[in-house]
């Protein structure tokens, strides 16, 4: 059995000091970074993190359950879901956490896709008599133990789009196995803007889409420790990074939290035996990603939390420059509402038709959900501009924080950057900077690309729900009331297709 060495972590504290001593080949712009703990840019992103275990302490009844493998309570984001009831206390928790923290909070992957391994090894057993769900289950325990944070390894570079990963010029552009021991599996390849790897304990990595049968080195999956030797990551950049370095807590936007992602290159990183749910079987790849990308496409209510931060920070911001009864600003108001809600309604509708799967565990309605991420990818950017026009053009023309504390021109940028005479000129500034983080700076990454293209750009949705739509159930209903006769062989095809509706008219 692999070495587990984590404490279980029991508060925000634990985590952070759960952090400290690893041995991770980690650069940033160029420089190794020993300690992450300490790095200025990489903190408010672990501080995000952490948060997933304040709330954790101060809210047990939304962020912790008791596991039915422990006994003990533990993190919400370690738990299977047992009822359609988990699956929507998950999204409930997300969007807490995204108003609490206004960022990404890195967590949600590793929740995913736990639950979606949870059923797959379930019946990729049934299927070939492999033992993946023991060994699953097993893994799942000792997670359960150190209530530990797993993060998720799935978007591969993916080198030339029109290629199969076997056909590609450098077979590493997937992540593979390139060797077989009677310990276990070496892989190499890289895995591209990794939510949260650096804060967590252990990744689970996992093919990025359907394979091939030419691709069974591809049909990896397994937990690796984040410092397993034989891995680098590389630090993404966020737009304006680097103010998290400079003196001061104004310009950053929100100074405490921020979201992460790096490259992760595995070069012949080792898997125990023990820790491998998948090797080979390509054909259950595809349901593998089918099940992640609908339980991580609803996660992004996540969004509506961050929004909720955007909305305040919009209407608090009218209120500075004393706009606050246009009926133009409440309207605009309350169409980002409508905006934000949309998303968190169609997200939470789809862990409401949750089902169970083979396995007992409870699988969110695809459909659904990834009409919540399609959503996604486009309402923060409106909340976005909307926000931006209520905060005016200061929000990207304002003096910095240096200027406001000059002994000479700190006291003309408090004259003339004043808004309402009993608002402090400092307390407009910060709201304005915070508006810019989130829609131009470090948490616009979070809030509008991420919305974009994590879980799957936008095309990727469409193909789901290309496929999800039932078109002949439709065109069958549409055609009964027409008064149309239909052929009796169509009329027995599209009654098994409406099977879909059948389960989402069920109570879940
Ligand atoms: Fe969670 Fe949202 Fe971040 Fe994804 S984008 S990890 S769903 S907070
Ligand atoms: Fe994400």
Known sequence: MTNLTIAKINSAQDYLDSL????????????????????PIILPSINAMAATYRLAEEAPELATVVSPLTGERISRFLHVCQSADDLVMQNKMQRRLGQLTGTCFQ?????????????????????????????????????????????GAMTDVKGDRSLAPHEQADPDLFVRITRRTAEGVYISGAKAHQTGCLNAHYM????????????????????????????TYIYGRQSCDTRSLEPGSI?????????????????????????????????????????????????????????????????????????????????KLVEMTHLNETVYATGIAASYQGYATKSGCFLCDSML?????????????????????????????????????????????????????????EDRMRMLRLIENLTLGRNAV???????????????????????????????????????????????????????????????
């Open 251 to 331: 310009d950053v936007g929100n100074a405490q939290y921020g979201g992460q992602e790096a490259m992760v290159i595995f070069d012949n990183a080792f898997i125990p035996n023990e820790w491998i749910f998948m090797d080979g079987e390509y054909d259950f790849a595809a349901l593998l990603v089918d099940r992640f990308t609908a339980y991580h496409r609803r996660s992004y209510v996540c969004k509506s939390g961050v929004g909720d931060v955007v909305i305040g920070a919009a209407a608090a911001v009218a209120e500075m420059n004393g706009v606050e009864k246009a009926s133009h600003i409440k309207d």
């Open 107 to 151: 967590r949600c992957v590793g929740m995913d896709a736990i639950n979606a391994l949870y059923s797959v090894s379930y019946e990729i057993d049934e299927a070939y008599q492999t033992s993946y769900h023991q060994r699953f289950l097993a893994f799942l325990k000792e997670m359960h133990l150190q209530n530990c944070v797993i993060g």
């Open 446 to 508: 979070g809030y509008l690309t991420e919305s974009l293209h994590g879980a799957g750009s936008p095309q990727a949705q469409r193909v789901q729900i290309a496929r999800l739509m039932q078109l002949e159930y439709k065109k069958r209903l549409a055609t009964v009331l027409a008064g149309i006769e239909l052929p009796a062989d169509k009329a027995a095809v599209v009654e098994e297709l409406g099977s879909y509706f059948e389960r989402v008219f069920k109570p879940a």
């Open 20 to 39: 400290r001593g690893r041995k991770l080949k980690l650069y940033l712009m160029g420089e190794p970074v020993d300690d992450i703990t300490t790095h």
């Open 369 to 425: 959900a990834n009409t919540c991420k399609h959503h996604v990818t486009k309402m923060p950017y409106e909340i976005s501009r909307l926000a931006q026009d209520l905060a005016g053009g200061m929000v990207a023309t304002m003096p910095s924080e240096q200027d406001l504390n000059h002994p000479e021109i700190g006291q003309l940028i408090r004259k003339y950057l004043k808004g309402k005479a009993s608002v402090p000129t």
């Open 204 to 231: 689970l990595v996992m093919p990025t889409m359907r394979l091939g049968e030419h691709d069974r080195d591809y049909a990896i999956i397994g937990a690796i420790p984040v410092d397993a030797e034989g891995i």
